[in-house]
């Protein structure tokens, strides 16, 4: 059972475009999201998060977008350069995790974005 | 270290080896996770420290999967009689252990069980 699911496997964009990766999930106890990024060889990278009290995080070219109804978020990326290709992965939390378990993430199978020069 | 450190990077395991992962976390950090993931897959959770208490090790796939943080800092995924299924990047991240959680990845261990 994919609590959370990243439909595209791939999306190409031309460099200076916008890149919107996409995301949805079906666990109604999610309250938070965050988006990492993974380069081959790496571990993944703390990109940008939302709380499930908010509908919009923005980090300078990076804005996250929650529509708790649908049940998707979206990640777009304006403008996109050649040094955003890498994986981006979706995760979720439940603030009921267990414990004090903020951690305890589940992850989306990620979308290998390239930017073209 | 300045970031969350694993060894060895690549390891390769006979069907039925044992073998011991190690993460080396941020200095100072409370929490410690391993995830596992397999080939085009995202992480799984597999186990949650903090310092060296094991609170959450319900993502483990069996019994033939260990973790343990004896001192609070450095941890060890160990893994008895390796099968073919077990082959997958193991990935240990570390935190503050706070509400607004940030976890910092390691490079991970590759782990092939031929």
């Known amino acids: 059972d994919q609590q959370v699911k990243q439909n595209s496997p791939s999306l190409s964009v031309q460099e200076g475009r916008i890149s919107i990766l996409n995301c949805d999930y079906t666990n109604s106890m999610f309250d938070y999201f965050l988006w990492y990024k993974k380069y081959p060889a790496e571990g993944p990278t703390f990109l940008i998060s939302?709380?499930?009290?908010?509908d919009k995080n923005e980090d300078g070219r990076f804005t996250v977008f929650l529509n708790k109804s649908a049940k998707h978020l979206s990640l777009h990326i304006v403008p996109s350069q050649p040094g955003d290709s890498a994986v981006y992965f979706c995760?979720?939390?439940?603030?009921?995790?267990?414990?004090?378990?903020?951690?305890?993430?589940?992850f989306g199978q990620g979308t290998i974005l390239t930017v073209h020069p | 270290g300045a970031g969350v450190s694993q060894s060895p990077r690549y390891k390769v395991a006979k069907r039925g080896q044992d073998v011991a992962l190690r993460c080396d976390p941020i200095?100072?950090?409370?929490?410690l996770f391993w995830y596992q993931q397999a080939l085009g897959q995202g992480p799984e959770f597999l186990t949650y420290?903090?310092?060296?208490?094991?609170?959450?090790k319900s993502g483990l796939p069996s019994d033939r999967f260990f973790a343990e943080r004896p001192e609070g800092s450095v941890s060890t995924l160990k893994i008895q009689r390796t099968q073919q299924e077990d082959s997958a990047v193991y990935l240990c991240?570390?935190?503050?252990?706070?509400?607004?959680?940030?976890?910092?990845f390691g490079s991970g261990t590759q782990l092939s069980v031929l």
């Open positions: 939302i709380s499930s009290i908010k």
């Open positions: 991240a570390s935190g503050q252990g706070n509400s607004n959680e940030k976890l910092f």
């Open positions: 995760a979720a939390r439940s603030s009921n995790a267990g414990g004090t378990s903020y951690g305890k993430l589940t």
């Open positions: 420290f903090q310092n060296e208490a094991q609170l959450d």
């Open positions: 200095s100072g950090h409370v929490s």
